[in-house]
């Protein structure tokens, strides 16, 4: 099958996210402007690059996520290793803004150490980021995106211990990492598995 952007497809379920996969989650924990604490997965996350060491998230609408590292000039991104899926799947819930996900989900914080706001503990590694830019891309129409993109730089880098090799090398096997997919779908070490986001 072939379809246009502009013509659609005739799935019953938009393919997109299936095909750009898998992806890895981006597990942010920011701080609203009055210091309540804030965390929330987002399915487009990445690096941009390592010279400086940068990475992005992208938030559909301004959710708030982005509103607080906006607002602060600062989020961090917390590794999600399969051991912690139903906690991050839980931080997922719509929340009314402000309440906190750490306490909804049964995480504790852990003080950021170039940043104000935390990191989860427990996760293998997280990286404290300064907001350097925010944009939002223009559609072939000159519109605006709905999307919001978010670079940060990294200002500081936790590994767990437990997750360095003898060789020095973060053991990403032993971390176990899980990525995002399309539809409920997810993929880890032990293959595709589902996971209905909660109401």
């Given amino acids: 099958m072939f379809y246009t952007a502009e013509e659609g497809h005739s799935l019953p379920f938009n393919p997109f996210k299936a095909i750009v996969a898998p992806r890895p989650i981006g597990w942010i924990s920011t701080l609203t402007k009055d210091g309540a604490a804030n965390l929330a997965p987002y399915s487009f996350f990445n690096g941009v690059g390592d010279a400086p060491e940068m990475v992005m998230f992208a938030s ?80 072939l129409s000159g519109e605006p995106s709905s999307y919001t993109i978010l670079v940060g730089q990294v200002t ?28 409920r779908d997810y993929f880890g070490d032990g293959g595709l598995f589902e996971m209905e986001r909660p109401g």
């Fill in 60 to 139: 559909g609408g301004m959710k708030d996520s982005a509103r607080n590292a906006i607002d602060t000039g600062e989020f961090t991104f917390n590794f999600v290793g399969r051991a912690m899926k139903d906690a991050m799947n839980a931080s997922s819930a719509s929340l009314p803004y402000g309440e906190d996900e750490f306490d909804h989900a049964g995480l504790t914080k852990a003080a950021g150490a170039t940043v104000a706001c935390p990191r989860v503990q427990g996760a293998a590694a997280a990286m404290e980021c300064k907001l350097v830019e925010t944009l939002t891309p223009q559609t």
């Fill in 156 to 183: 500081g880098t936790f590994i767990d211990d437990a997750f360095v090799t003898e060789g020095g090398r973060f053991d990403i096997a032993k971390a176990d990492p899980i990525m995002r997919a399309g539809y």
